[in-house]
């Protein structure tokens, strides 16, 4: 008969402890050395909500404190006596540090103050006080006259506040909103800058401390300009080529990938490509010869499909199917399509943040693929947008609206008056794009 096997039991609280210890090294045994402090004894302070000069001194006052029971384990000079330190060197400030009455539960707790030697291994320990230092802006005393003058002006506004009327109540408000204006401590001043007294003057030494660090007003528009829905472009470009380039706007991943044969195929014998695009059917031929442009020119095609089969509902846009949306944007790979879907939606979800991304990132490809001037009438239609948004968005991407050159008209054959509908964004450098607008204070 087989030998039985005992099978140990598992532990499953998860508080079993590993049955071998590991080997370190013994620990050096340490000297304590506890000093009298009957005479003096070290201060521990703390400051809460104050910055203090590294360079302060405070001078000692001390006061023998009656009826105090010994404390076992406790110093009696510092039970017996209570200490407080003042220091008025600040231009501003008092800074005044006194022991706190200790909570029930902090009764028995005491501080020391230790100094270790690592050669001898000894560790001097010597009661301390433990202190919390405060600050206290120093007053100014006030002229009698001024004094008197307001205080009763302060009598009678509280009378007008308790039993005034409606009328009398909104006028001491107004008093009071213009008393603190700038223009009247102007006017108080004679034209000569208004002086702080030291109230004010520690005021304003802390807000220029605590505000040191904050972000200034270019530096908050550089950041929320950044934020914006719009292509990443290129601010150090010389010329408009520079500004927006193909592997930028598309990638060059995704470009190889977007099949044009069918297009090139149909212009070399002679056939029209049948698009939904004016705007895009009108360009085919103008690029057969250069596969490159043609590919990106497919691309703006899927991201207006991709746009204008989105159901709009409220502020955010739905995408259809895949099967419906994949058929909306031709015989397209998948990875071009989840490229897209990737970078303008999320999930079946496009929110307003991901239709101004393709928006102006449809506008930076319009322009490159016009020579950097695009006709904002015709490319509207495309989004189904008005005018107004849609130029807009061009000066988004940094280009300028114009209106239809002369030559353009001519060649079109339009009158004035349709032209003057016909609106064109140029892209030039140095770049301009709208500047963030900030709410004015009251």
Not at 192 to 203: E, G, N
Not at 362 to 369: E, G, M, P, R, S
Request: net charge positive; aromatic share 6%.
């Amino acid at each position: 008969m087989p030998e039985e096997v005992k099978k140990r039991k598992r532990h499953t609280d998860g508080s079993s402890k590993p049955s071998k210890k590991v080997a370190v090294e013994n620990d050096r045994t340490i000297k304590i050395k506890l000093h009298n402090t009957e005479s003096l004894a070290p201060v521990i302070a703390s400051m809460p909500g104050l910055a203090a000069p590294t360079a302060i001194s405070f001078k000692p006052y001390s006061k023998p404190l009656k009826n105090v029971s010994a404390k076992p384990g406790r110093s009696s000079k510092i039970t017996n006596s209570e200490l407080l330190l003042h220091s008025n060197t600040h231009p501003k400030i008092d800074y005044i540090a006194r022991e706190e009455q200790a909570s029930k539960t902090d009764s028995f707790l005491k501080h020391y103050v230790g100094v270790y030697n690592p050669e001898t291994g000894e560790l001097e320990l010597m009661e301390a006080r433990k202190m919390t230092v405060r600050g206290l802006v120093k007053s100014q005393a006030a002229p009698p006259e001024e004094e008197s003058a307001k205080n009763t002006r302060e009598l009678r506004n509280d009378l007008g506040q308790t039993f005034g009327t409606k009328k009398a109540r909104k006028a001491i408000a107004s008093v009071t909103e213009n008393a603190i204006a700038p223009g009247r401590a102007a006017r108080r001043a004679e034209g000569q800058p208004a002086k702080l007294d030291s109230t004010a003057s520690a005021i304003m030494a802390s807000m220029a401390e605590a505000t040191a660090e904050m972000a200034t007003r270019d530096q908050l528009a550089r950041e929320a300009d950044a934020a914006k829905p719009r292509p990443v472009a290129n601010f150090d470009a010389q010329e408009p080529k520079d500004v927006y380039t193909l592997d930028s706007l598309i990638g060059e991943d995704i470009l190889k990938l977007i099949p044009v044969l069918e297009w090139q195929e149909k212009v070399k014998n002679k056939k029209e490509v049948v698009l939904p695009s004016r705007f895009v059917a009108e360009r085919i031929s103008l690029l057969v010869q250069d596969a490159r442009r043609l590919r990106a020119l497919r691309y703006l095609f899927c991201l207006l499909k991709f746009y204008t089969s989105a159901k709009p509902n409220r502020s955010e846009r739905f995408l259809p199917k895949r099967p419906e949306l994949k058929k909306a944007l031709g015989d397209v790979p998948e990875a071009v399509l989840e490229s897209i879907r990737r970078r303008f939606s999320d999930g079946s979800r496009m929110s307003r943040f991901h239709a101004d991304l393709l928006i102006t990132h449809a506008c930076a490809l319009a322009l490159v693929l016009d020579n950097f001037e695009t006709d904002v009438y015709m490319f509207k239609d495309e989004l189904q947008l008005e005018m107004k948004p849609m130029q807009q968005y061009f000066k988004e991407v940094g280009a300028t609206i114009t209106a239809m050159p002369e030559a353009k008209r001519i060649a079109r054959g339009l009158e004035k008056p349709a032209a003057a509908q016909h609106k064109f964004a140029k892209l030039r450098v140095p770049l301009k794009f709208p500047e963030v607008n900030f709410v004015r204070r009251r």
